[in-house]
């Protein structure tokens, strides 16, 4: 079965750093498309970051040069790293898999909550 | 890029049918037949319904069905039922190496 497991949320003070965890069970990440999504409260979705099967990386703008995404394949687990937070980073962070240019999210976690305030 | 275009809220009684627009444009939607629609209920994680623009994953009920015309992808519910109250959102491919996920603005779906 497959499954995703986020981890990692909190709150956080403006400026801060936080990364997040998305274990993956009943598929290897390796060889999909992982990406984190992202809702802010009373919010749509928006689709944060992508790690490609061959190792290729994107960012939405928003938080490019701040966010890093990173693949552990000996643990199955994707992570975020988030660094200089702000306000308006605050959501809840899913994470999805792409079967591998499918171009759509077929499994998502349940999400954790990052509250970024002082 | 700009988000999808959707409209906030649709909504209908029970056993009618509604649709749900989407608008992108030439360089999203229009381009690639690779829109998705996922239902997403309070609290919980979204639920892809509808894939390449048309596909519906097993498990997902029939009454579920899209379509695409131009730069304007479409999710009709028939039937509609009280469980079908819910959010929605559509999602186009926007190209592999720049933004590749683009997500629509949301529709909430009001059973009356």
């Known amino acids: 079965e497959v499954q995703l497991v986020e981890s990692g949320g909190g709150l956080i003070q403006p400026g801060g750093s936080l990364r997040l965890s998305c274990a993956a069970s009943?598929?290897?990440?390796?060889?999909?498309?992982m990406s984190w999504v992202r809702q802010a409260p009373g919010k749509g979705l928006e689709w944060v970051s992508v790690?490609?099967?061959?190792?290729?990386?994107l960012y939405a703008d928003s938080v490019k040069g701040r966010f890093t995404i990173s693949r552990d394949n000996s643990k199955n687990t994707v992570y975020l790293q988030m660094i200089s937070l702000r306000a308006e980073d605050t959501a809840v962070y899913y994470c999805?898999?792409?079967?591998?240019?499918?171009?759509?999210?077929?499994?998502w976690g349940q999400g954790t909550l990052v509250t970024v305030s002082s | 890029q700009s988000a999808l275009t959707q409209p906030a809220s649709v909504s209908g009684s029970p056993g009618q049918s509604i649709t749900i627009s989407c608008t992108g444009s030439?360089?999203?939607?229009?381009?690639?037949?690779?829109v998705s629609w996922y239902q997403q209920c309070p609290g919980k994680a979204p639920k892809v319904m509808i894939y390449?623009?048309?596909q519906r994953p097993s498990g997902v009920s029939n009454r579920f069905s899209g379509s695409k015309s131009g730069n304007t992808a479409s999710l009709t519910i028939s039937g509609l039922q009280a469980e079908d109250e819910a959010d929605y959102y559509c999602?186009?491919?926007?190209?592999?190496?720049?933004?590749?996920?683009?997500f629509g603005s949301g529709t909430k779906v009001t059973v009356l």
């Open positions: 999805a898999r792409d079967l591998t240019s499918a171009w759509f999210f077929d499994y």
């Open positions: 009943g598929f290897s990440v390796r060889s999909n498309y």
């Open positions: 790690f490609y099967s061959g190792g290729n990386t």
């Open positions: 030439s360089n999203d939607v229009g381009r690639y037949n690779l």
């Open positions: 390449e623009a048309t």
């Open positions: 999602c186009s491919y926007g190209g592999s190496d720049t933004f590749p996920y683009v």
